[in-house]
C-alpha cells in the first residue's frame, strides 16, 4: 500500500489547514490511520489517529483545534487544522497500520509552516 499526502504549506498564526492522504487501493480489516509530525531536532510523534469505524485519539496539544476524519469509501484520511500555532511547525506524515498483521505504511510527508 502507498499513502500519498497533500495540503501542507505556509500558514500564519491562526490559520488553517487541511491534510489528506490517500491510499493507492482499498484497505480491508481492522485498521487505524493516522497522523504523525517531526518538528527539526525532535522526534516523530503522534498526531492523531482514527479507526476504521471512528474513534478517534489526540495529542493533547492539538485537542480542540485539529480534526481528523476519514472516509472509508475513499481509502482517505484527513487531518484539518485549525488555529494553528508556529509550534504546530513540522512534516507531517500519514500512517496505515493493521492491527491483525501488524504491518504499517507511511506516506513521504508534507510541510506545515506556520509563521508568527
Known amino acids: 500500500v502507498q499513502l500519498q499526502a497533500s495540503g501542507g504549506g505556509l500558514v500564519q498564526a491562526g490559520g488553517s489547514l487541511r491534510l489528506s492522504c490517500a491510499a493507492s487501493r482499498r484497505i480491508f480489516s481492522i485498521n487505524r490511520m493516522g497522523w504523525y509530525r517531526q518538528a527539526p531536532g525532535k522526534q516523530r510523534e503522534l498526531v492523531a489517529h482514527i479507526s476504521r469505524g471512528g474513534t478517534t485519539n489526540y495529542v493533547d496539544s492539538v485537542k480542540g483545534r485539529f480534526t481528523i476524519s476519514r472516509d472509508n469509501a475513499k481509502n482517505t484520511v484527513y487531518l484539518q487544522m485549525n488555529s494553528l500555532k508556529p509550534e504546530d511547525t513540522a512534516v507531517y506524515y500519514c500512517?496505515?497500520?493493521?492491527?491483525?498483521?501488524?504491518?504499517?505504511?507511511w506516506g513521504q510527508g508534507t510541510q506545515v509552516t506556520v509563521s508568527s
Open positions: 500512517n496505515l497500520y493493521y492491527f491483525n498483521t501488524g504491518d504499517e505504511y
